[in-house]
């Protein structure tokens, strides 16, 4: 059973160029989460979808981000018009569902996305 | 919201050493998870804890759900232990998750 996969595993982006982050959760998993580790920093809540919906939004930024969770393929997480202050490891991590043990949640590789 | 502290954030250890990391939480959890991240960046699923005890291996974790914290014990600690270990906490089902600041491991040979 692969585990969450992210790709590509390294970025990179000139400033002003659109970044796009792929997410394939675990098999069974219709729970999707991303997460933003800044450099030296701890990790920060994005966006939970599930299958064709946003859930909780609350940790994404108002301009440039959005994410979705289409009914076939990955998660994508989009950033358009980079700037340095993007650059940034970002993991998405995914859970069976809501309920004791079915909310641990599993983590990607993550992406890192380096902005020159 | 829900704050989530960690304690020591910086430890060193000499390889063979015994280790007690701390989670403090400011509000009741339905949930709670140990993650180590290795030196490379990898996360990976220590423990899905939310109360009780449980233990793998060389490692366990207590939570004490009535008083808000949360323990990981890291016994004869070996090099490969090294990395930062975070704890994330889930206040409700449909809640965000946030993750505690870290505890910086360095075991030293």
């Known amino acids: 059973n692969a585990g969450v996969m992210q790709n590509p595993r390294h970025l990179v982006r000139r400033r002003g160029q659109e970044a796009r982050l792929r997410c394939s959760p675990m098999k069974g998993h219709s729970h999707v989460y991303w997460y933003r580790q800044l450099p030296e920093e701890g990790l920060k809540f994005m966006v939970y979808?599930?299958?064709?919906?946003?859930?909780?939004e609350s940790g994404m930024p108002k301009e440039r981000f959005s994410a979705e969770f289409p009914k076939e393929g990955p998660s994508i997480l989009r950033i358009q018009q980079v700037v340095r202050g993007d650059s940034a490891a970002y993991f998405c991590?995914?859970?069976?569902?809501?309920?004791?043990?079915?909310?641990?949640?599993?983590f990607g590789p993550g992406t890192r996305l380096l902005v020159l | 919201g829900i704050q989530v502290e960690q304690s020591p954030p910086d430890l060193i250890l000499q390889e063979g050493a015994n280790s007690t990391l701390r989670c403090n939480f400011s509000?009741?959890?339905?949930?709670l998870q140990w993650f180590h991240q290795n030196p490379w960046g990898q996360l990976i699923n220590l423990f899905y804890i939310p109360s009780g005890t449980k233990q793998n291996g060389r490692l366990s974790a207590t939570t004490v759900a009535t008083e808000r914290y949360s323990l990981l014990y890291i016994s004869s600690s070996q090099t490969t232990d090294s990395g930062v270990y975070f704890c994330a906490v889930l206040k409700t089902s449909y809640d965000k998750v946030i993750f505690g600041p870290g505890t910086s491991l360095s075991v030293i040979p």
């Open positions: 979808l599930q299958k064709e919906n946003i859930i909780d």
């Open positions: 991590a995914s859970s069976l569902g809501q309920g004791g043990d079915q909310e641990t949640q599993y």
């Open positions: 509000d009741s959890v339905n949930n």
